[in-house]
Structures are given as structure tokens and as C-alpha cells.
Nanobody, 126 residues
Framework: QVQLVESGGGAVQPGGSLRLSCVVS????????MAWFRQAPEKEREFVAG????????SYDDSVKGRFTISRDNSKNTVYLQMDNLKPEDTAVYYC???????????????????WGQGTQVTVSS
């Protein structure tokens, strides 16, 4: 059984930083595209960033480009999301997800991902 467990969320002031981690167990992380999504209250879950299995290709939503960095360490079965210069509009529950099948690309459709973590809360407020 594949399990994804996120950690690293918390409350920070605008301009602050957080680093989220997602540990995957039950199956090697290699060969799968991984992504981070987020969901704010009363809003749909939205794509934030994705990283290819090699770690060499990444994709970001325009709202986080230049501020967030996604990376992975396949030897540790872990995906990271470094979030800098956080803004109040970044407040949401952040989810880690595994792309369905060993496919290329970074779809923003949640249906394209088969395993999800339980989420970690990020709150940006002064």
C-alpha cells in the first residue's frame, strides 16, 4: 500500500519561509512524477508545482513562480517544496500527490494523480 505523509506546515508571517516534505512509503518513488497541490477554504484543489522522476524537469503555477522550489530525493523517497516570500494568499492545506502511471508531463487535473497525502496546513498571516 502506497502512503504519502506530508510535514513542515505551520504559521508564518508574510515574507517568511517554510519547507514542506512528503515521504512516500510502500513503493519506490523512482519513475513517478510527483506534485504539490493546495486547497484554500471554499476553493477547489489547485496545482502548485510538479517534478519529474529525474528531478530535472519541473513545473510551477504562475502564482508561485520565483518563490517556490520543488525538489526530490529518490534515495529518501521524499519530495520537498521550499516556499519563500510567502503571501497571505498562499494560506491553504498543501497536499503531496503521485502522478497516475509512469507518464510524462505535469497535469493540473487532480484525476491524473492516484495517491495523495493527508495534507499539511500552511497559514500566512501578520
Amino acid at each position: 500500500q502506497v502512503q504519502l505523509v506530508e510535514s513542515g506546515g505551520g504559521a508564518v508571517q508574510p515574507g517568511g519561509s517554510l519547507r514542506l516534505s512528503c515521504v512516500v512509503s510502500g513503493q519506490p518513488l523512482t519513475s513517478y512524477t510527483m506534485a504539490w497541490f493546495r486547497q484554500a477554504p471554499e476553493k477547489e484543489r489547485e496545482f502548485v508545482a510538479g517534478v519529474a522522476w529525474s528531478g530535472l524537469a519541473t513545473s510551477y503555477d504562475d502564482s508561485v513562480k520565483g518563490r517556490f522550489t520543488i525538489s526530490r530525493d529518490n534515495s529518501k523517497n521524499t519530495v520537498y517544496l521550499q516556499m519563500d516570500n510567502l503571501k497571505p494568499e498562499d494560506t491553504a492545506v498543501y497536499y503531496c500527490a503521485r502522478r497516475r502511471g509512469s507518464l510524462l508531463g505535469f497535469p493540473t487535473d487532480v484525476e491524473k494523480y492516484d495517491y495523495w497525502g493527508q495534507g499539511t496546513q500552511v497559514t500566512v498571516s501578520s
